[in-house]
């Protein structure tokens, strides 16, 4: 079955330090990736995705996520977290030829100060 | 610019009540919609999405149905709602025909059933 992993339930760093939420898929073919971030009791915001070519793609606020095919992981990094983007991100994905978006159970960042 | 709108915000209905909650798309045409549900402030459960006007997968069955009357239009509904249908309801739309595009979300509705 298709699936999305997000490993962790929630995940604390310091504010200015690195940040790397993680995600895994099982997907056949080439799926098309993104993450997206979500703050309560709104609705989710795109941040990036990845479709082809480089295997590290930059996004909004900072964020970028390094795509790894033959781990098939898509993590999301910031090199300096701030307190603000505290917040509930989801790791998905669209399988190749389907309309249908798959999503990880999400990841809580809480960023410390 | 495309826009989502998604309404109401907040809804508690009792147990049995029939239930419509309407999400609109602005600035596209043909767009293909999705109706998600989060429980628990969690993970996403994916419940219909259309690729054009009357047409409707579902991907879970269960007390809920959906419409698509207009081309920018997605109804969620149910006759009898359920304790079950609590949670937090998400519309969101892609642009049809680009293969790499994307979702946009609406900022959801959160249904209490009493």
């Known amino acids: 079955a298709q699936s999305v992993a997000q490993p962790e339930d929630q995940v604390n760093v310091a504010e200015g330090n690195p940040l790397t939420v993680k995600c895994t898929y099982s997907v056949s073919g080439n799926p098309y990736l993104f993450w997206y971030v979500q703050y309560p009791n709104r609705g989710l915001q795109f941040l990036l995705k990845y479709i082809t070519g480089d295997n590290l793609v930059k996004g909004s606020y900072g964020f970028e996520a390094e795509f790894n095919k033959s781990q098939t992981s898509f993590h999301l990094k910031k090199p300096s977290a701030l307190v603000s983007d505290s917040a509930l991100y989801f790791c998905a994905v669209r399988p190749p030829g389907t309309y249908k978006y798959i999503f990880g159970t999400g990841t809580r960042l809480k960023v410390l100060a | 610019s495309q826009t989502i709108h998604q309404w109401p915000a907040t809804l508690v209905q009792p147990v049995g009540s029939p239930l419509s909650l309407e999400c609109t798309v602005e600035g596209t045409s043909n767009p293909n919609l999705y109706w998600y549900r989060q429980a628990a402030g969690r993970g996403l459960q994916l419940l219909f999405y259309?690729?054009?006007?009357?047409?409707i997968s579902s991907e879970v069955p269960q007390n809920l149905s959906a419409s698509r009357p207009q081309d920018r239009q997605f109804i969620l509904s149910s006759k009898k709602l359920l304790l079950s249908d609590s949670g937090f309801y998400l519309c969101?739309?892609?642009?049809?025909?680009?293969?790499?595009?994307?979702?946009?979300f609406g900022q959801g509705t959160r249904l209490t059933v009493v």
């Open positions: 259309s690729v054009g006007i009357g047409q």
């Open positions: 969101a739309w892609r642009q049809s025909g680009e293969m790499n595009t994307e979702a946009f």
